[in-house]
DNA sequence: AACTTGACGAGGG
DNA sequence: CCCCTCGCCAAGT
């Protein structure tokens, strides 16, 4: 049973979102993949709407790097001037570097995919 | 029970 | 880079 109003359904989402350092950001869709089964870019940020308190909700941004609490509860300006308070540099078109800023939970760290290995 | 609505995401033009 | 279309899944009407 995966409900928004489901306390346990959403506390999965958030135990990710506080592993979040400052000065980094995690994805909807990416928090979604971690958790898997039932959850989808859509309904993690569903869950954002409201959080707990100690959640760094300003960390998660979509998956162009861009911020998406557009004209919503809380204003989108707000969200990127605590990020850059933070040390994320967004671009003129109000982008960020996912390369540079994407954190990824310990465990997940994305496929070093061999190739290009310095040592053999 | 059908239809619309999102703090989304990948793909194509 | 911008815009649109679909697929996604639970909520609200």
Redesign the pocket.
């Known amino acids: 049973m995966?409900?928004?109003?489901?306390q346990q359904?959403r506390e999965r989402v958030y135990e990710i979102v506080r592993q979040i350092p400052a000065g980094k950001v995690m994805?909807?869709?990416?928090i979604a993949l971690i958790l898997g089964e039932?959850y989808?870019?859509?309904?993690?940020?569903?869950c954002?709407?409201s959080?707990d308190d100690g959640v760094p909700?300003?960390r998660?941004i979509?998956?162009?790097g861009k911020i998406?609490?557009d004209r919503?509860?809380?204003p989108h300006s707000l969200?990127q001037s605590i990020l850059e308070s933070e040390g994320v540099t967004f671009n003129d078109?109000g982008?960020c570097d996912l390369g540079m800023y994407q954190w990824h939970p310990k465990g997940h760290e994305p496929e070093p995919d061999g190739q290009t290995r310095l040592f053999g």
């Open positions: 995966t409900s928004y109003s489901d359904y994805t909807y869709g990416q039932g989808t870019a859509r309904t993690v940020g569903y954002m709407h959080v909700w300003q998660v979509n998956s162009q998406s609490t919503l509860t809380l969200q078109k982008k």
